[in-house]
T-cell receptor, first 111, second 113 residues
Framework: RKEVEQDPGPFNVPEGATVAFNCTYS??????FFWYRQDCRKEPKLLMS???SGNEDGRFTAQLNRASQYISLLIRDSKLSDSATYLC????????????FGRGTSLIVHP | NAGVTQTPKFQVLKTGQSMTLQCAQD?????MYWYRQDPGMGLRLIYY???????DKGEVPNGYNVSRLNKREFSLRLESAAPSQTSVYFC????????????FGSGTQLSVL
């Protein structure tokens, strides 16, 4: 089983829709969680960190469920510019803190 | 304002040729990483360096070598390129603590014919 798993999609949604992605992780000792955004052929960039209590940044909401070992990303009022691949990243506690990436979920927002 | 600088942006090699991908960061980060990204595979860690003077294998190290030349620079070498190494390569750096984000270079598109 891969350490970090994501549904590759694509999720194809109209502008203004609400869409949610989940990401599951296998290492229960994982400590830090992030969502990155990657545009086609570009480098990944941090979208937001995921905190235990959940956090929001504008139209984006991230949540962590430690008991079920998954994190989620909710995008409200989708824009055309939200079209991208969303990468889930999990970092273990202790050791060398090597982040592990999921394969990414593709989102396509259409007019 | 440079962040992570990665060169070259594009490279075409013939099977058996060698080359070095260069990466430098100006953020005084302790940790540096080399990833490769293939369609449908996500980012896979090739090698990483947790601090100056140390390097360790990641998930897919075969066919690659690395050098952490100093705190700023972390290079990736292909000694004898193979078509299976055709990929997009990303260098990244971070402070090295678990809650620190990664900063990426702009990537190298490598084709091995």
């Amino acid at each position: 089983r891969k350490e970090v798993e994501q549904d590759p999609g694509p999720f194809n949604v109209p502008e203004g829709a609400t869409v949610a992605f989940n990401c599951t992780y296998s290492n229960s000792a994982s400590q830090s969680f992030f969502w990155y955004r990657q545009d086609c052929r570009k480098e990944p960039k941090l979208l937001m960190s995921v905190y235990s209590s959940g956090n929001e940044d504008g139209r984006f909401t991230a949540q962590l469920n430690r008991a079920s070992q998954y994190i989620s990303l909710l995008i409200r009022d989708s824009k055309l510019s939200d079209s991208a691949t969303y990468l889930c990243v999990v970092t273990p506690s202790g050791g060398s803190y090597i982040p592990t990436f999921g394969r990414g979920t593709s989102l396509i927002v259409h007019p | 304002n440079a962040g992570v600088t990665q060169t070259p942006k594009f490279q075409v090699l013939k099977t058996g040729q060698s080359m070095t991908l260069q990466c430098a960061q100006d953020m005084n980060h302790n940790s540096m990483y080399w990833y490769r990204q293939d369609p449908g595979m996500g980012l896979r860690l090739i090698y990483y360096s947790a601090s100056e003077g140390t390097t360790d294998k990641g998930e897919v190290p075969n066919g690659y070598n690395v050098s952490r030349l100093n705190k700023r620079e972390f290079s990736l070498r292909l000694e004898s390129a193979a078509p299976s190494q055709t990929s997009v390569y990303f260098c990244a750096s971070s402070e090295g603590r678990s809650n620190e984000k990664l900063f990426f270079g702009s990537g190298t598109q490598l084709s091995v014919l």
